[in-house]
């Protein structure tokens, strides 16, 4: 190493105890990007290594998914929907997995990455952000099957189907704002490990994936209406597929609870991540 | 404040709370305990500075919170330049993954820009030896092949500051030599090292000044030398009155169920010409082993050694004592091993005493030290020989010279003997 690259690195670093609010360290993320780069590329490698069907799984999801609820809600359940039931679910379905896969894996980053917080400094968000970013991919395989399905069925995506990324967007930092919390809350309480997929089934049922927002009784209607996701799937649906109506108020609901749970996550993650070391 | 200062350290202190977290959410009789109490020090940049100490001690904390792993309850630390640290090798790596992969990500994981890594990829591939496996997953190496590369991609950081915690003591020998190696080029390019090992050589060949842990506080801070034998001498309990008590010996092994069951050594000493207990003596004396031991249950084919080591661990030699036959029955015991011609030179020595019958009853890696004081026929030697050329003296003569005019091998009958001194 040059004489020269060494003073220009001559920063002090001063550690002293913690105290108060000490900053949520967006400068050592950007600093460590490359590391955020290369977790995320080892989530998509290592995710269906050594399985038989690899990427297809990330396809298989909803797609099965979407078979079961046409049998069971379309046909059986006799809900309508404006469009085919198989494109309606699928649609949504892939959307939905990301979110939940993302909330899934975020959760258990960090108890997932121990030894590596025990064992070398780095920013810890990093592993909360690459499933999320990883996840991206998994979203994007699916969403070409579901526009072979809109292909299939002749529906071609309406002006406003560039609004999706928003959407998908959206989703992944509502699923990033739960992450941080979660993670940080397992690492002293590994309940959330159980808690987490279970509330998260609760949810997929509480959220208009499988039905449209107008089969939902009026008595459900305020509780429906103050549901995130609501706002979320339905603005996508929207989006893709001209179907349904973006209520400003679901929508407001959606956008307002992901900036609460990202700006209030980020902070309490960046209390509780002093202790990480010690408690994990 | 010095910039000519790598780390500065005021005060430092963990403290860390004991019992299960999850279960007592309300924190009441919880038990405390310092890991690391009121450390201050100062590191000159490119010093290389050994850190030694029980296990216990602190030194991983003391690391843990110098790399930002975890933060400290008091006191500060300032740290200039950038600082790579290396708790344990293969942080990161991914068994699914292909060594190549995991070369990137581990580089990454330890600061490294992904274009430094992509320059040394291939001298970091041929340190570790694994060329031809570099495409195959981490999973599928040898465990040898697996720390090679993981020690690789370490020794390839160009920090300001390495901080390295006992990772050495991984990999066979001859590759722990080269990371011995390795760690000796990096201190000597002017880079500032912080190290902490069990291994008293490697520590004393590789750094210049030294840190002494000890129950979380600095007991020493100075020359490697001096600090490494304070801290040496300090592992023993020994007695001033030269008779060293062997049942609370804290480096007692205790291997599997069997050992300090149905044998147990109680004291140890050396004893000079007239049984008198000492510490140390001169090269001519003979090493009379005195040693007692407790036999609670009775006890066939019993056998006893004595090992003599250097202080560093390095075993010289053993002497057996031979397989007792007979039963010997519960009691007290004691017995003498001599060694008549002491082939010390001189320096300090370690003793390690074992007792088996058939498995191991006791096994006291270090019942006692003493030293070995250069008498008339070392202080000429040593002008020639030092104790790096190796610590044991054979008796040996020399031929007085003559022509070779002689086939090989065959001494004219005029050769005379003539007696040498040592070594």
Redesign the interface.
């Known amino acids: 190493?040059s004489a020269a690259a060494?003073t220009e690195?001559?920063?002090?670093?001063?550690?002293?105890?913690?105290s108060g609010f000490s900053g949520i360290g967006l400068g050592d993320l950007w600093r460590?990007r490359?590391?955020l780069l290369?977790?995320t590329w080892?989530d998509i490698?290592?995710r269906y290594?050594?399985t038989l069907l690899g990427a297809a799984w990330a396809v298989l999801q909803p797609f099965l998914t979407m078979i079961v609820f046409t049998v069971v809600i379309n046909h059986i359940g006799r809900v309508h929907t404006p469009i085919p039931y198989p494109l309606f679910a699928l649609s949504t379905l892939a959307l939905w997995y990301y979110f939940s896969n993302g909330v899934n894996l975020t959760s258990a980053s960090l108890v997932g990455s121990a030894?590596?917080?025990?064992?070398?400094?780095?920013p810890r968000v990093s592993v909360v952000l690459s499933p999320i970013l990883a996840g991206l991919v998994d979203f994007c395989l699916a969403f070409l099957l579901v526009a072979g399905a809109m292909a299939y069925y002749g529906f071609g995506p309406p002006l406003q189907a560039l609004l999706v990324p928003l959407f998908v967007v959206l989703a992944g930092f509502m699923a990033l704002g739960l992450g941080l919390v979660l993670s940080a809350l397992n690492v002293?309480?590994?309940d959330i490990r159980y808690a987490v997929p279970f509330v998260l089934q609760l949810w997929l049922w509480a959220t208009p994936v499988a039905y449209p927002g107008s089969a939902v009784p009026a008595r459900f209607q305020l509780l429906y209406k103050l549901n995130p996701m609501t706002g979320v799937v339905e603005g996508y649906r929207w989006a893709l597929l001209g179907s349904g109506h973006v209520h400003a108020l679901n929508l407001g609901v959606s956008i307002g609870t992901a900036l609460v749970l990202l700006v209030g996550g980020a902070l309490y993650f960046a209390r509780a991540e002093?202790?990480f070391?010690?408690?994990i | 404040m010095s910039?000519d200062l790598a780390i500065e350290a005021q005060g430092l202190g963990k403290r860390?709370v004991l019992g299960e977290?999850?279960r007592t959410p309300l924190r009441r009789n919880r038990e405390e305990i310092w890991a690391l109490r009121d450390a201050t020090f100062r590191v000159e940049r490119g010093r290389a500075v050994g850190v030694v100490g029980h296990n216990g001690a602190g030194k991983t904390t003391l690391l843990?919170?110098?790399?930002?792993?975890?933060?400290?309850?008091?006191?500060?630390?300032?740290?200039?330049?950038?600082?790579g640290?290396l708790?344990?090798v293969g942080?990161?790596f991914?068994p699914?993954?292909s060594g190549r992969?995991n070369v990137?990500?581990n580089g990454?994981?330890?600061?490294m820009?992904?274009r430094e890594i992509k320059a040394k990829f291939d001298e970091i591939v041929a340190f570790a030896e694994v060329e031809r496996f570099i495409d195959t997953p981490v999973k599928r190496y040898s465990s040898g092949m697996y720390v090679r590369l993981a020690f690789a991609v370490a020794a390839h950081l160009?920090p300001?500051i390495l901080i390295v915690d006992e990772v050495l003591a991984v990999g066979d020998a001859s590759f722990q030599r080269k990371c011995l190696g390795k760690m000796g080029e990096v201190s000597s390019e002017g880079r500032t090292v912080l190290f902490v090992s069990h291994n008293m050589a490697a520590i004393r060949s590789l750094t210049s000044k030294a840190l002494w842990l000890d129950h979380g506080r600095i007991a020493a801070d100075g020359t490697t030398a001096d600090v490494v034998s304070e801290y040496l001498a300090s592992t023993i309990d020994q007695e001033v009155s030269g008779v060293v008590d062997l049942s609370e010996n804290a480096s007692r092994q205790t291997v599997g169920k069997f050992t300090a069951q149905r044998v147990r050594f109680t004291s140890v000493s050396l004893l000079d010409a007239d049984d008198r207990p000492v510490l140390a003596f001169g090269e001519e004396t003979p090493l009379r082993v005195d040693m007692r031991f407790d036999v609670r249950t009775p006890v066939r084919f019993l056998e006893l050694y004595v090992r003599v080591k250097t202080i560093d661990g390095q075993r010289l030699f053993t002497s057996f004592g031979g397989q007792l036959e007979s039963t010997v029955e519960p009691g007290r015991y004691r017995t003498l091993c001599e060694i008549p011609e002491n082939p010390l030179r001189p320096g300090r020595y370690a003793i390690e005493l074992v007792a088996r019958a058939a498995d191991p009853e006791d096994i006291v890696p270090t019942a006692l030290t003493f030293a070995v004081e250069a008498g008339h026929l070392e202080e000429e030697n040593l002008r020639y020989v030092t104790r790096a050329d190796g610590v044991i003296r054979v008796p040996s003569s020399w031929s007085a010279l003559e022509p070779d005019d002689a086939p090989t091998g065959t001494l004219g009958d005029a050769a005379r003997r003539v007696p040498a001194r040592g070594s």
Do not use: N, W
């Not at chain 2, 990454?108 to 600061?111: D, H, I, N, P, S």
């Open positions: 190493m060494t690195k001559q920063q002090t670093l001063v550690i002293r105890p913690p460590f490359e590391l290369f977790l080892r490698k290592v290594k050594q030894p590596l917080i025990t064992k070398v400094y780095f002293s309480y590994r002093r202790a070391a010690d408690v | 910039s860390y977290r999850g843990k919170i110098l790399s930002r792993i975890t933060v400290p309850t008091t006191g500060e630390a300032r740290i200039r330049g950038s600082v640290s708790l344990e942080t990161g991914h699914e993954l992969d990137y990500l990454a994981m330890l600061g820009r992904r160009e300001d």
